[in-house]
């Protein structure tokens, strides 16, 4: 395919993070392959719809019926793509993701050249290192890329800048053939808002291939964890959640059982963040034992301890916020 083929249509799943979105939408501005940007507002905010109407090109603001979840969201923006034939290619982007000048056109560029269906730039944090890796298929770029405060440009002067199989990735930025959607489905809505990037990519690369692109770099740079590391914080029961719904897709999902083996590793370092204590030994087994052993994700009725514990912590959160907004002064 050609440059001047490529049509790329961006998804983003937002929620009540108006800055971080008008900071992606800035990113991808000059993009030349960028055809349209569709946003879904989970959060139902006329700030978002606000910022999107704003822009100097296409961006179609969606707000859903309710709620969505993340892969709800980033589903629903995927089925609204779709029904355009004049696009070739999607790129779904986490609403905290930024994208560095000619990441898009690197990605799209890299991914065509590999003959892949789908692929995932090298991601940045703040402060510019890598983080959030892909679970790559090549032993020198897999153990290069899990080194402490590594640049993008380390990496290339050590690997190269050839593209890189992988099976597993987050969805901080990650590009997609219709093809892949059609044969393989939608990002799953039951898992409420952990993982379900995990399971999706993991689905796709069982059939099609998947490759990260050296020469194109996103940054990351999420808000920062709610509570900090104290039981029950939000960050505290986000991880619980994530633990359920990893020991669902690893000991359940055929396309899944390829991340078994990271499985002991993501309980240690629950265990290394928050201490090991009556709480925190009775949150891992009931992760366990509802993912691994009763085989069902975190936002199934009957199955979702962590996420009603999750709810009633947003709420209690947001009846604060009112009181200090009625208090004078």
Known sequence: MSSDAISVAGVVAAYKRPEMLRSLLASLQESRYLRKMIVVDNGLDAEMEAICREQS????????????????????????????????????????????PGALEALMDGMIAAEADLAVPLIIDADGYIGWQAGLQDRLAWKTILRKRLLPEDYRAICGLKPVPFTWAPWTALALTPRVIRECGYPREDFWFCVEDLEFVLRLTYRHRGVMVPSAVCRHVPPPASGGNEVESGHYLRF??????????????????????????????????????????????????????????????????????????????????????????
């Open 57 to 100: 090109y296409p961006v179609l603001y969606h707000r859903p019926e309710c709620n969505l979840g993340c892969g709800g969201g980033v589903a629903r923006g995927l089925q609204l793509a779709l029904q355009d034939p004049a696009i070739t290619h999607f790129c779904c982007f986490d609403d905290d993701a930024h994208a560095t």
């Open 240 to 329: 619980c959640l994530s633990l359920q719904n990893l020991a669902y897709v690893s000991t359940r999902l055929p396309h899944g059982r390829r991340i078994l083996r990271h499985l002991p590793g993501n309980y240690l370092r629950f265990f290394r963040t928050f201490g090991l204590k009556p709480a925190t030994v009775r949150d891992v087994w009931l992760a366990w034992w509802l993912g691994g052993m009763r085989g069902q994700p975190a936002g199934i009725p009957g199955f979702d301890s962590f996420k009603q514990r999750f709810l009633k912590l947003a709420a209690r959160r947001e009846q604060r916020a009112v009181v200090a907004q009625t208090q004078p002064g």
